[in-house]
C-alpha cells in the first residue's frame, strides 16, 4: 500500500497538555494507518502515557484535535471513546486479583454488552460470555490459566490478562502502555510475538509504548520519538535507527544497541 491510498484510522493534530508550566505532549501532529503497529518511544517524561490519557479521553487536551475514523472525539468521555473502539492497557497493572482469569475477561466482555452491573447473573447464564472469553484466551495462550486466580499467577501472564482484557472490549485501536515492563526476556519475547500476531491478523491497529529498543524494532511498523512532549522524529525503524538527531537526543547511551 502507498501512503496515498493508506486509510488513517486517527488524525492527531496540534494536540497538546499543560500541567502547570510543563508541556507534557506540546503540538503533536500524527495519522494512524489502520492495521499498523506504531510504537512510540521516549525517555522517561517524554509524554507517552499523558498522549495514551489524551486519546483515551482521561484527560481533556489544551489544545488540538482527535479525529478517529472520521469523527471529532476530542474531549468525549472515556467510556464513549472506549464505545467506539480504543482501547487501552495502563503501565501499571489492573486486573481482579480474586477473581479468576477467565472472570476477569469475562467482566470486560460482559461490559462492552452494557450489562456490567448483573455480571455474577448474566455470566453464570450466559454462554454467549463465556464463549467469547473462552476464545480470546485461547487466542492468547492462556486457556490453561481460565480457571486460576488471577492474583496468584506470574506477572508475565498477569500482564497478559491485561491485554486479554482490552481485547474483549472489541477494540479497533489497542494503546498498549509498556506491555512488558518489569518482564524476564522470555515474558517479553511472549508479549511481542503475540502482539505481532495480533497486529498481522488485520484486526486491530496498536499504539505501543515500549523502552525495550529490542522490542520496539522488532515489532513497530513505524516509530514515532517523543521529546519533552514533542514529536522528535517519525518514520520507519531504518529511518529512526539512521536519525542523528534520535541517537543524540534520546538513543546517546543506546548508540552500540542501535548500531546496525
Ligand atoms: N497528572 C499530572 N500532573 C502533572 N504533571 C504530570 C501529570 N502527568 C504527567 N505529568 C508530567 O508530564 C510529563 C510527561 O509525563 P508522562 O507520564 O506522559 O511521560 P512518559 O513518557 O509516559 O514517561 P515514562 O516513560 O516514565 O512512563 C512529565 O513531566 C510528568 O511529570
Ligand atoms: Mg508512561
Known amino acids: 500500500m502507498t501512503a496515498a491510498t493508506q486509510d488513517i484510522i486517527l488524525q492527531v493534530t496540534g494536540l497538546g497538555k ?11 501532529d500524527l495519522d494512524v494507518y489502520r492495521h499498523e503497529t506504531l510504537a512510540i518511544i521516549g525517555p522517561n517524561g517524554a509524554g507517552k502515557t499523558t498522549f495514551y490519557n489524551l486519546l483515551s479521553g482521561r484527560m481533556h487536551p489544551s489544545s488540538g484535535r482527535i479525529v478517529y475514523e472520521g469523527r471529532d472525539i476530542t474531549g468525549m468521555p ?47 447464564r450466559n454462554r ?19 480457571d486460576q486466580r488471577a492474583g496468584v499467577i506470574s506477572y508475565g501472564d498477569k500482564r497478559l490478562v491485561e491485554i486479554a482484557v482490552v481485547l474483549a472490549t472489541r477494540p479497533k485501536l489497542v494503546l498498549l502502555d509498556e506491555p512488558t ?8 519475547q511472549r508479549v511481542m510475538q ?27 511498523d513505524r516509530i514515532l520519538v517523543m521529546h519533552r512532549g514533542q514529536k522528535l522524529v517519525l518514520g520507519t525503524p531504518e529511518e529512526v535507527r539512521a536519525h542523528p538527531e534520535v541517537r543524540r537526543a534520546y538513543l546517546g547511551t543506546a548508540d552500540e544497541e542501535m548500531a546496525p
Open 128 to 146: 454467549d460470555v463465556q464463549a467469547d472469553a473462552d476464545a480470546l484466551l485461547e487466542r492468547l495462550s492462556l486457556s490453561e490459566l481460565a
Open 194 to 220: 503475540l502482539v505481532k500476531s495480533l497486529g498481522q491478523s488485520g484486526d486491530y491497529t496498536f499504539l505501543i509504548t515500549e523502552h525495550d529498543m529490542n522490542v520496539v524494532f522488532g515489532l513497530a
Open 181 to 188: 515492563a518489569g518482564m524476564t526476556p522470555d515474558e517479553t
Open 78 to 124: 472515556p467510556h464513549e471513546i472506549s464505545r467506539l473502539g480504543i482501547s487501552r492497557s495502563f503501565q501499571i497493572n489492573n486486573i481482579f486479583e480474586e477473581m479468576t482469569v477467565r472472570e476477569n475477561v469475562e467482566v470486560a466482555v460482559t461490559a462492552l454488552r452494557g450489562e456490567g452491573r448483573r455480571w455474577h447473573n448474566v455470566a453464570s
Open 18 to 28: 499543560r500541567f502547570g508550566g510543563v508541556d507534557a505532549v506540546a503540538n503533536v
